[in-house]
């Protein structure tokens, strides 16, 4: 069965310094991983997937992913916070079958301290 | 930009009372979904919606919910009689074609306090 594993339920950066979220993820098949986020009083937006293909995913707002099949990890990066980026962060497997439902990591939460 | 609406933003209700929870789902969206998240837990799926039948549903959704689309616009989940561990945050999801080639689209969540 699929699982999603998030590192760390609360990070804190310095606005500028590098963000780095960690997600790992148990799947017998090829997944499918996704990064959302979620910013207070609003539902969650799909940051960047993989599917198939190059395993460096370049998202909205600066973030990217990388996918590391050797070490079921897609973590999520960006090289520079911004206040803005502040929210709460899921990663998500989609199960292999024909209704499309996701699975999700518990969640972190991203601080940016000025 | 279009957008998955959900109402009430938050519900509160009685232990064994009914309670429905309404999403407006992107209009030409046909895959449609509810997942929960009970505070300092995970999302979790609940129920997938596709060609006006449950298409996959999980252990949680058990004969205490059920799903419908009356109107061809709205998506309602209805929870017949609470309990207190149904309070969590309801998510409405929709989707154009099936995922994951095609993005889920979230609405804001309702969040049912259950007392």
């Known amino acids: 069965a699929q699982s999603v594993t998030q590192l760390g339920s609360h990070v804190s950066v310095s606005e500028g310094a590098l963000v780095l979220l960690r997600c790992n993820y148990s799947?017998?098949?090829?997944?499918?991983l996704f990064w959302y986020v979620q910013y207070p009083n609003q539902g969650l937006q799909l940051l960047l997937k993989?599917?198939?293909?190059?395993?460096l995913v370049k998202g909205i707002n600066g973030f990217e992913a990388e996918f590391k099949k050797s070490e079921t990890s897609f973590h999520l990066t960006k090289p520079s916070a911004h206040m803005s980026d502040a929210a709460e962060y899921f990663c998500a497997v989609s199960v292999t079958s024909n209704t499309g439902k996701l699975i999700f990591g518990q969640g972190t939460t991203l601080q940016v301290k000025p | 930009e279009p957008e998955v609406t959900q109402t009430p933003s938050h519900q509160v209700t009685q232990m064994g009372q009914e309670v429905i929870l309404r999403c407006v789902p992107i209009s030409n969206h046909l895959y449609f979904y509810w997942y929960r998240q009970i505070l300092g837990q995970k999302v979790e799926f609940l129920v997938s919606?596709?060609?006006?039948?449950?298409?996959?549903k999980s252990e949680i959704f058990d004969d205490q919910f059920s799903v419908e689309r009356p109107d061809g616009s709205n998506f309602t989940l209805k929870i017949r009689s609470t309990k207190l561990e149904d309070s969590a945050m309801y998510f409405c999801?929709?989707?154009?074609?099936?995922?994951?080639?095609?993005?889920?689209?979230f609405g804001p969540g309702t969040r049912l306090t259950v007392t």
């Open positions: 993989y599917t198939t293909g190059a395993t």
């Open positions: 799947s017998s098949v090829p997944p499918y």
């Open positions: 999801a929709s989707s154009e074609r099936l995922p994951p080639s095609y993005e889920q689209y």
């Open positions: 919606f596709y060609n006006n039948e449950i298409s996959e």
